[in-house]
């Protein structure tokens, strides 16, 4: 896995394949509704591919270690 460093007010950064952010997310989804009710679905690996990220590059993200 990617390098992290230590950021500030809790998050930690990381430098990671899509790949890799797709297996760290396998268990967690994207919801998006309005009152309470789901309009969309997704797990966060499929939301990752209609986005078009690519499993060789290197992306940097911000993880709440908090949470």
Known sequence: MGSRI???NGYEERY???AELKTLFHD????SGR???V???LSI???LD?????????YRIFVNSFL
């Open 39 to 41: 309009v969309l679905g």
């Open 50 to 58: 209609i986005y078009g990220i690519d499993n060789h590059k290197t």
């Open 45 to 47: 690996p499929d939301y």
């Open 35 to 37: 009152h309470h009710s």
């Open 28 to 31: 967690s989804y994207y919801t």
């Open 16 to 18: 990671l394949t899509g």
């Open 6 to 8: 230590p950021v500030y």
